[in-house]
């Protein structure tokens, strides 16, 4: 199994951040690569298309409004990996008026190295964080 991260720290409220980040469907208002995002089975799938009309679907593991986190898992994508599964966090800093949002996942490599596995969601997460910054910046 490999495993990739990222994580970004943003100069606004860990509640600011989640209001953008922590919706299930919500990926198209802050991540680019995504323009869209349809909900199905009473809001735990979604199915998300690419900039270039491929499409994922995830389907919500674990969602914890409190803690400003959740988890999900890929049923189907045109990534080279299986049993792939993510959480995206919010958390506190700066006595809470600072964020740290952390991005992980862990998979198994299909046809191509635990390294190649990693450094392609490296890549996503970083891009990711990085248009999120942009987003709230904005």
Not at 32 to 39: E, N, V
Request: proline share 6%.
């Amino acid at each position: 199994m490999a495993r990739a991260a990222s994580s970004i720290d943003l100069p606004m409220s860990p509640d600011r951040v989640w209001s953008v980040v922590g919706g299930f469907g919500s990926l198209p208002d802050w991540l680019p690569y995504i323009p869209r995002s349809d909900l199905m089975d009473g809001g735990r799938v979604r199915h998300l298309t690419t900039e270039d009309g491929q499409t994922i679907v995830e389907r919500l593991m674990a969602f914890d409004e409190q803690a400003r986190r959740y988890t999900y898992h890929i049923l189907k994508a045109p990534f080279p990996v299986a049993d792939y599964y993510s959480t995206l966090k919010v958390s506190s800093t700066g006595a809470g008026k600072s964020s740290r949002v952390e991005w992980e996942g862990e998979f198994t490599p299909v046809g191509i190295t635990d390294q190649e596995a990693t450094d392609l969601f490296k890549t996503i997460y970083d891009t990711g964080l990085k248009a999120l910054a942009k987003t709230m910046e904005g």
